[in-house]
């Protein structure tokens, strides 16, 4: 059986190389955990994994063929999809690689694209008993109110609208933005929650992180927080038809109201995932253990509360 692992897109996802090799390790000491990227000389985590390989774009119509030679050559058993351009394309191809001994670690298409809707990401929320937002009519507004992309990612085009004056023509214009009720940060935080579903569609651990500081649309400070969200999350998410592997949600929570609201669910493991296997949810050892030993994962929450992360930048030199 092949026991190496391949995480795709790698860019700079240098804290996830490491955390996929120091787990691998323990278990099969002589397996190997490579890296594609379209530029392996300028992606730091090329560095740290076993191989970089070059690919095309996901977007090529030859990078699955690309994509399945590597994992011929290298004995390739799992892989792992880092960005959200290449999630639909991995899950509609899931079962050819499967067939040649290779499982993608991607939940099944029709979740993939309900996530990239924020739109149908809100239906699927309500119909799991989470509040979202409420949608605003922006010809009859309501203010303050805010406005993003239902396709967007990065933190990029969002707009916090507190009057008439904020309400551009062009903001009106622009096709994909929605309109919704304002979430006021000064009474709710911000949580990103790590989740793991396993092959049987299950929750097996959540662990909800406060998103102290963010650069880039990614946590730079946060900390690891056992409260009210963590049974709740396990309670309105305990499973997702066609779910598996690490998926993050974001939610607000009021802890005064005990409110939650949902807002997106991104179907991959997180830019802040490291501050979660830090505090002890080793989603790569649930991996390993699911799909090379076939084991069976329960639902747990032995992870650390109140884990810090404070990110800086650092630099590999070639």
């Known amino acids: 059986m092949r026991r190496n692992i391949l995480i795709t897109s790698a860019g700079k996802r240098v804290a996830l190389v490491k955390a996929f090799k120091e787990t691998l390790i323990k278990f099969f000491p002589d397996s190997k955990v490579y890296t594609t990227d379209m530029n392996p000389r300028m992606a730091p985590a090329a560095y740290v994994s076993d191989g970089c390989f070059s690919v095309p774009r996901v977007t090529s119509e030859d990078y699955i063929g690309v994509l399945q030679e590597i994992c011929r050559k290298y004995e390739i058993g799992i892989v792992i999809p880092t960005i959200d351009t290449e999630l639909a394309i991995l899950a509609a191809n899931k079962s050819i690689f499967e067939g040649q001994g290779t499982y993608l670690i991607v939940s099944d298409y029709s979740f993939i694209m309900m996530c990239r809707d924020k739109r149908n990401t809100g239906a699927f929320f309500e119909k799991k008993g989470i509040r979202v937002p409420e949608t605003i009519d922006k010809f009859n507004p309501r203010f303050p109110m805010f406005a993003k992309p239902y396709d967007g990612s990065l933190s990029s085009n969002l707009h916090y609208i507190q009057s008439a004056a904020d309400l551009t023509a062009e903001i009106l214009a622009d096709p994909k933005l929605i309109f919704m009720e304002y979430i006021d940060k000064s009474i709710y935080q911000e949580y990103t929650v790590d989740m ?50 690490c998926i993050c949600g974001q939610f607000f929570y009021d802890r005064k109201s005990a409110d939650v609201v949902g807002i997106e669910i991104n179907p991959r493991f997180g830019g802040g995932y490291p501050l979660s296997y830090a505090a002890g949810a080793n989603y790569p050892e649930f991996i390993i253990r699911e799909y090379f030993l076939n084991e069976v994962i329960s639902y747990s929450d032995n992870w650390i509360d109140d884990m810090l992360m404070l990110r800086y930048d650092d630099a590999i030199y070639v």
């Open 196 to 245: 793991y579903f396993g092959r049987d569609n299950k929750l097996k651990m959540a662990v909800p992180r406060e998103r102290i500081e963010i650069r880039a649309g990614e946590i730079n400070k946060g900390r690891t927080v056992k409260h009210f969200l963590e049974p709740y999350i396990h309670q309105h998410l305990a499973a997702i038809e066609g779910c598996v592997g």
